[in-house]
């Protein structure tokens, strides 16, 4: 009887634990610049400005992490691993679908999504795009400032 009460409670636990976050696919439309593909990595900042996670990278090759300063940065230090949240890099004109997984409990207290790029050779946007972790945030198809013509992102 207790191991069926055990096995109970880690299934209680494991759905409230899914419960917490949400999944979010993650449309990204680049600009049409000329160059090579752009390494991508979306960051969730917590409300004093810092790094806290990394959600996604787009770019999977990582002596081109360095490209990404800030970013790599928080990466050294963290050392975590993302082997599975990575993908490949974006070049001029193209589209990424990637789902990215956001903590509910970080929706509406000041946290945001910070999309850092960087090509080879070309400008580095420490804050190419960022998305304010809000209702509404989320909803919006948000502009990015280099790289990025636009990333819009819906909840599934």
Known sequence: MKSILKIVLIFFVALQANA???KYKCM???????GEGAYIVVSLINPSGAYEKTLYVMGDDKKWYK???EWNKFHA???????AKTGASVTGGDRSVTTIEIEDSKINKG???RFESAVED???YVSD?????TTEGLADK??????IKYVRLNKI
Not at 28 to 34: D, G, K, R, V
Not at 77 to 83: A, P, V
Not at 129 to 133: A, D, F, G, V
């Open 122 to 124: 070309q400008k580095y």
């Open 77 to 83: 230090q963290k050392s975590e691993d993302i082997s």
């Open 142 to 147: 948000t502009d990015g400032k280099g790289y």
């Open 129 to 133: 795009l960022e998305i304010p972790l």
């Open 28 to 34: 990204l439309q680049m600009t049409n610049y000329m």
């Open 111 to 113: 946290y945001k999504l």
């Open 67 to 69: 490209s990404l300063k």
């Open 20 to 22: 917490q976050s949400s």
